[in-house]
């Protein structure tokens, strides 16, 4: 594999059996912003970035950068897409990706959201595990790990369902989007060494 991650051939659609993820291109941030401006009461307590909704022009700036991050290989972000019988994308579900990325230890953090009305359906846990197929596989991940707040039960069982083992809380680890200090649940896969 190169050394040079931005020469690695990633995936810009990864096809599940009933999910698609697709990466961002330019054009989709209108959908967006919809889709994120219908979920902000499901997504406010949990993620600094849906506190306010967000236009079609401020959405479509964002889906660049993630685009443009994207090519960079310093985040690599997905759509999650109910996925027709014909393969082709459907509705519009929420996010995904691998962050904060570690290239040299092969280290990534998966995250997700959904659309409140997509909850429960089981395309988080499908994309969750077609990334960490990507991660350990042709990216080489050594860790990829799952991190949430430990109040959001939901996101807990997620991680658990999809085989990431509870590492640890850390205690008082970061400002929740209250400004009130919160714990971080810390759950992990890694790849265990050959020989």
């Known amino acids: 594999m190169s050394t040079d991650p931005v020469l690695i051939d990633i995936p810009e659609r990864l096809d599940g059996e009933r999910t698609l993820l697709m990466a961002p291109r330019a054009g989709l941030g209108a959908e967006m912003a919809v889709v994120v401006t219908q979920s902000l009461a499901h ?23 993630m685009q443009a991050d994207f090519i960079a290989r310093t985040d690599l972000c997905w759509q999650i897409y109910a996925r027709r019988a014909d393969g082709s994308p459907g509705r519009l579900l929420g996010g995904t990706g691998l962050h904060r990325i570690d290239w040299t230890l092969r280290k990534f ?35 990829v790990e799952i991190r949430c707040d430990a109040r959001n039960l939901k996101s ?12 640890g809380v850390l205690r008082c680890d970061t ?3 209250d400004g009130q ?12 060494p050959a020989g």
């Open 181 to 192: 200090p919160r714990d971080t649940a810390v759950y992990a896969q890694v790849a265990r």
């Open 175 to 177: 400002l929740g989007v």
């Open 156 to 167: 807990c069982a997620v991680a658990e369902r999809c085989g990431f083992e509870l590492e």
């Open 43 to 65: 997504l406010r307590p949990w993620m600094p970035w849906a506190q306010d909704a967000p236009s079609a022009e401020s959405a479509e700036l964002v889906v660049r950068r």
């Open 109 to 143: 953090e998966i995250g997700y959201w959904v659309r409140p009305d997509a909850a429960g359906q089981g395309h988080v846990s499908e994309a969750v595990r077609l990334l960490s197929v990507l991660a350990f596989g042709l990216l080489e991940a050594r860790r």
